[in-house]
């Protein structure tokens, strides 16, 4: 090794091009770069109830161990998952966040030179974690910003080892009814994995919104990923999972690291499932904001992407960029989708109320 001459960087050819994922805007960077205080955050998606009471105390007393390793196994959570979705613990594979399954799937399926499909505007980890195995993305056009799952399926190859789904998809908010999804499954070769993203499914209050979790025993090929970041208000702690046929899961379970979800986060999850009063609060709280900044839209005269998730796309006359700019200088985070190829459009998290009110206030002034 040269101590001297300057490193150039071998790393492969899919990691030298990748465009890391850009993550909202933390509130102490926003504070610290801009001297301002009071700031607030409806860039991530995240619950704004924070998590539930049983969660937190569960967590007090997990503290006590964090001098152990956690349970590789994730017995309680993986029973606690199991029993609340119906299915056999071994269909459950845990994840460092959901994240970590969409990962978990494209370093288990996907090898250099094959072909992973999803849908314009879809979730920006998608394109990462593809070129990251060296395989080409697929990106098909959306239709009216949501999935056209004919021309997805159109866009499956010999070469397609992978398709993502977002439903409901992030940052559009659009979601795809049981009978064109289960069609669009039905269709697929068994060797093609299909990960159904379900980030948000416990917000959609949809009659036709399908649990994709209920195809899972009759697709071997297909994995349904969950999280607890989002209406369980546990981000913090990183947990999701997957829920498949115990054969993927098992196969998913094999390059997972040992240890990747932490002990406090398994203690937290298993009380936040138990926590049916904390998941009813957040989602009329959810239903209620969403009603409050669409109807401030209309008032303002902006279009939005219908959403069913616990976010909105708002249609601007600037650029979203500029308009972000502008609300950070009032003390307010939302997220610019530019790099999502929605440059006139700002996505926002539905917030507590004051925070709903303080939004739209100070977009009605940068306007
Ligand atoms: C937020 C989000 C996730 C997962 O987040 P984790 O915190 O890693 O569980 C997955 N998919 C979509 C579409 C999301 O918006």
């Known amino acids: 090794m040269s101590a001297t001459r300057k490193w150039t ?54 503290l006590a161990n964090i001098a152990r390793y956690p349970d590789g196994g994730g017995f309680a959570l993986k029973s606690a998952i199991a029993r609340r979705h119906g299915v056999d613990p071994a269909c459950v594979t845990l994840g460092n966040g959901s994240n970590d399954i969409l990962e978990l799937a494209a370093r288990c399926f996907v090898s250099a030179g094959d072909e992973v499909v999803f849908s314009e505007h879809a979730f920006a980890v998608y394109p990462i974690v593809t070129q990251a195995v060296g395989a080409r993305a697929v990106v098909v056009p959306a239709r009216d910003w949501g999935h056209d799952l004919d021309a997805m399926l159109a866009a499956v190859t010999g070469r397609t080892r992978l398709v993502f789904i977002a439903n409901p998809n992030n940052p559009t908010g659009t979601w795809l009814r049981r009978t064109e999804l289960a069609h669009f499954i039905g269709q697929l070769p068994d060797s093609v994995v299909v990960v159904l993203d379900e980030a948000y499914a416990e917000y959609v209050e949809e009659p036709d919104y399908p649990n994709g ?46 240890f990747n979800v932490n002990s406090l986060a ?20 959810n239903g209620e904001g969403m009603r409050q900044l669409t ?33 950070l200088r009032r003390g307010v ?35």
């Open 213 to 258: 979790i209920e195809w899972t025993g009759r697709y071997p090929s297909l994995v349904v990923a969950r999280t607890f970041s989002k209406a369980y208000g546990l981000a913090g702690l990183r947990m999701g999972f997957g829920i498949s046929d115990p054969v993927l899961a098992d196969l998913l379970n094999r390059v997972r690291q040992p």
């Open 333 to 367: 985070i939302v997220r610019p989708v530019d790099n999502y190829g929605m440059p006139h459009h700002l996505r926002v998290t539905v917030g507590l109320p004051e925070e709903n009110s303080r939004f739209l206030e100070s977009l009605a002034q940068v306007l």
């Open 295 to 327: 109807g401030g839209f209309r008032a303002l005269g902006l279009r939005f992407i219908p959403s069913v998730g616990n976010f909105v796309s708002v249609e601007l006359p600037l650029p979203g960029r500029e308009v972000y700019e502008r609300l």
């Open 266 to 285: 398994q203690a937290a999850a298993v009380a936040a499932l138990e926590d049916t009063g904390h998941l009813e609060r957040s989602r009329r709280l």
């Open 9 to 62: 960087g071998t790393a492969v050819p899919g990691v030298r091009g990748l465009e890391p994922y850009r993550p909202g805007k933390p509130v102490e960077e926003l504070e610290r770069e801009y001297g301002i205080r009071g700031a607030i955050k409806l860039a991530s998606n995240e619950n704004p109830l924070g998590a539930g009471p049983r969660a937190m105390e569960a967590l007090a007393q997990a």
